[in-house]
């Protein structure tokens, strides 16, 4: 069998897709400190404030300058995404994916440039980086294809039972119009990809507003847009603050719809702000996730370690699916915790353009600075510290090839039950370990959150189901060493969170996802 690259499959990849990244990185390198512009209308479009962006491996690293949308940059977009509007939900359903195709196959060509940038940008490891991009692609081909697949959603009903009449009926699924798309730092391509890929298949037009730490992502997936050849103003794209665009964009009287990916604060403000107004309108928000795993004393736990250690750590602990609460029945616990602190201190922490590194820096001195709070808040709190707590980049002692960037050792604790950050999603390199007696304890503590992302399960066989029967997540994964709560992936693990996680229960990329863009309209029609 070819390698296909997943999340799952990302840990052994061809050398081959190494050299390739290699070269595509020494060419990416010789062009930074480009200026990247926004894209409006089909055309890139200067603004009249930008930004200088530097790398999270090392705050010398100039990226580029990027500019920051104001109100006139956000009119200038919404007015062309609905003047584009007409044109676009009129354009054939075949048109329609035959372009989104298009877009996918370029993000493909781009694929090793693009996580070159995301590596820089986001200090992501170059597997991580190579898989969003890979993920971005699948997004685009897996939506053209569901939508033609379902025929539009169009169905035609039997006619009224009346007699002397011929009463046509059919249910249509309809645009909404303008959709805006705003996208979080973590996964700054494929999650604005996804959903612009679903927003338009459907027929919407779109402006998409990147993370301010992360503007470089959104602007290469308008070029690949730009170059598939979309007609002007179906597709839009803005970077800039979340109190300043973000906030226009979702006041915005064109506005129609809204898909969210972010933090559970800002999500759950932005779905109130879209639930007032004239009318509802619709907002498809994913949130954050405090994501749980419960090991049994029948786990196998050399898989649970491999599991566990990838899913706390992978990407820094920066995924809304990484784990951050580790319940492990008491009789194992030793046993799990000596392979846990093996395999940690195996991590090679450094510079993710170097193929030998796993895990790169948080993305801002915001989170470096909040990894030394909440590092203090366990210590203070008694925690048994089992493993790491110390940053190691910028400003701390630490070691000399990481002191420009903001690298942190990846942190195992031991807390008791009371402490607040169990309730906590801190988005880190940081996982708390409690040690139960009974299962339905370990249950009733893995369900103790007011978030239902993902979760992880390893142990006997015959105690799958007992798991899926009580965990309250959207996306549940049994004895899988290649990431205990994360790495779903297009077409394979519909993604999508519970309770406060998810605002509307039905997953990405799956069954149901793309009727979310769309309306319902009944037509009767009598000869
Ligand atoms: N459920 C999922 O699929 C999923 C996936 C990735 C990330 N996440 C979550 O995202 C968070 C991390 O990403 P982040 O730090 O970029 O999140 P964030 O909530 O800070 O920002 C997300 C986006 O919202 C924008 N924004 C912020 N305030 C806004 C406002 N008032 N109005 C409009 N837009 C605003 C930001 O500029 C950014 O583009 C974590 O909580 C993570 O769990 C969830
Ligand atoms: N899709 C990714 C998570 C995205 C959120 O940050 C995973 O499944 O691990």
Redesign the pocket.
Known sequence: MSFRLTYATMYNPPDAMHERFEAALAHVEAGLGAHHRLFIDGADRDSARHVARYSPIDHELRLGEFALADTADVEAAMSAARAAYPGWHATPVAERARLLHRVGEIIEERVYEIAAAMVLEVGKNRMEALGEVQETVDFFHHYADDFERHAGYTHVLPDDPIAGFASHNASVMRPHGVWVV??????PLA?AGGPVAAALVTGNTVVL????DTPWAGRMLADCVRDAGLPPGVFNYLSG???DI??A??QHPLTAGIT?????P??R??MQQMAGGAYPRPCIA????KNPCIVTEHADLDRAAAGIVRSAYGMGGQ??SALSRLYVHERVADALIGRLQAQIAAIRIGDPRRRENWLGPVVNATAYDNYQRHAEALRVAGASMLCGGARLGLGSAGRTALARGYYVDPLLAELSLEHPLWQH?M?LPILTVHRYRERDEAMRLANDSVMG?TAGFFGGADEVSWFHDHIEAGVTYANRPQGATTGAWPGYQP?G?WKG??STGKA?ASFYYLAQYLREQSRTVVE
């Open positions: 705003i996208a979080p730092f973590n996964f999650l507003k990147g993370a301010s603050a979340g109190r973000g906030e964009l979702v969210f990916t972010g933090s559970v800002v999500g403000q932005l994913e949130m954050g996730g995924k809304c999603e988005f992302l993604f969170g996680s998810g990405i």
